[in-house]
Structure formats: structure tokens, C-alpha cells
């Protein structure tokens, strides 16, 4: 075996190498991202459950709201202590629903937060998988066409998927916002 033959197996040695470590990298990655989204739409129930909750409770609130100036309304034309009993309690239950009102919406703007980080992680798993992918295609045609910078090419993206992948793993939320909203 030649020189050359020896330096061309140990560069397709390293592609090959190369390609099966970014594919137990996207193994992982892709489970987690399975899981995370997941989370994602247990977190998007909880936040459409809640909203509606919020709805139903907000029309209890002004069905209470609405019984309250009727008996107020009454009271001014004829008062006497039952009336008066009806009110105290009217207002008391106004209050109630009110602050039951605040506690749900609270927990819907929660879940909203919640969906949101979530998503963040979701988009940098994908991030990661399509530059991963990109390496793995370069790579492929590297060992075609037997072109070692090629190879040193695809090292780019490949990187910067492992670096998208990590973070997510990671919980670090990398915002891409506009840099890759041409993907969406």
C-alpha cells in the first residue's frame, strides 16, 4: 500500500469517524427535542386550558357584577336589612371571583412564559439538526470526490450545530429571532 493509499484511508478514516460522531450527536439531540416538545405541548394545553378558564370566570365575574347593580338598583327604590344582607354578600362574592379571575390568569400568562422558553429550546434543537445534516451531506460528497478541504469546510456548521445542540441540552437560550427567521 502506497503512501498516497495510506494518507487517502486515514482521510476517509476521519470523514467516516466524523460523520458517526455527529450522528450519535443528533440521536441525542433529536430525544431530547422529542421530549422537550413534549413539554411544549403540555405547556400549550395548560396555557389554552387556562385562558379558557379565564373566560369562563371573567363571564362569572360580570354575570356577579351585573346581579350587584340590580340589587343596588333595587335597594335605592325600597331598602330594608335582607336587601342590604344580599348586597354584602353580592360585593363579597364580586371580590371572590375577581381574585379567582386574577389567580387563573396568572397562571395562563405563566404557561404563555413557559411556551415560549420552551420554544426558544425547540428552535435551537432544529438550528442544530439542519447544520448538522449540512456537515453530514458535505461530508458525504467529501469522500465522493475525495477533496480533504471539503472536509475542513464542513467542520463549520457542523460546530455550530454541536454548539446549538449543547446549549439546548444546556437549557441556554440562544434568541435567533431575525438571524434565521428566512427558515420559518
Known amino acids: 500500500m502506497s503512501d498516497e493509499d495510506k494518507a487517502n484511508e486515514r482521510?476517509?478514516?476521519l470523514v467516516a469517524l466524523t460523520i458517526a460522531i455527529l450522528a450519535a450527536f443528533v440521536a441525542v439531540t433529536a430525544i431530547k427535542g422529542s421530549n422537550l416538545e413534549q413539554q411544549m405541548q403540555q405547556a400549550q394545553a395548560e396555557r389554552n386550558n387556562s385562558w379558557a378558564w379565564?373566560?369562563?370566570?371573567?363571564v362569572r365575574e360580570?354575570?356577579?357584577t351585573y346581579q350587584l347593580a340590580n340589587l343596588q338598583r333595587e335597594a335605592r327604590?325600597?331598602?330594608n336589612a335582607s336587601l342590604q344582607a344580599e348586597i354584602t354578600e353580592q360585593v363579597a362574592e364580586v371580590g371572590r371571583v375577581?381574585?379567582?379571575?386574577?389567580?387563573?390568569q396568572a397562571r395562563a400568562i405563566g404557561a404563555e412564559a413557559d411556551f415560549a422558553r420552551l420554544s426558544t429550546f425547540d428552535d435551537q434543537y432544529d438550528i442544530s439538526s439542519a447544520l448538522i445534516s449540512i456537515a453530514m451531506a458535505i461530508l458525504a460528497v467529501c469522500l465522493l470526490i475525495r477533496a480533504r478541504w471539503l472536509f475542513w469546510f464542513s467542520l463549520g456548521p457542523a460546530l455550530i450545530g454541536i454548539?446549538?445542540?449543547?446549549?439546548a441540552m444546556l437549557q441556554i437560550a440562544i434568541h435567533t429571532g431575525q438571524w434565521f427567521a428566512w427558515l420559518a
Not at 379565564?54 to 371573567?58: L, N
Not at 375577581?98 to 387563573?104: G, I, L, Q, T
Not at 454548539?163 to 446549549?167: C, D, I, L, S, V
Request: charged letters at 35%; aromatic letters at 8%.
Open 54 to 58: 379565564y373566560q369562563a370566570v371573567r
Open 98 to 104: 375577581r381574585e379567582r379571575k386574577d389567580e387563573v
Open 163 to 167: 454548539a446549538f445542540g449543547t446549549t
Open 62 to 64: 360580570d354575570m356577579a
Open 11 to 13: 482521510a476517509n478514516n
Open 77 to 79: 327604590t325600597r331598602s
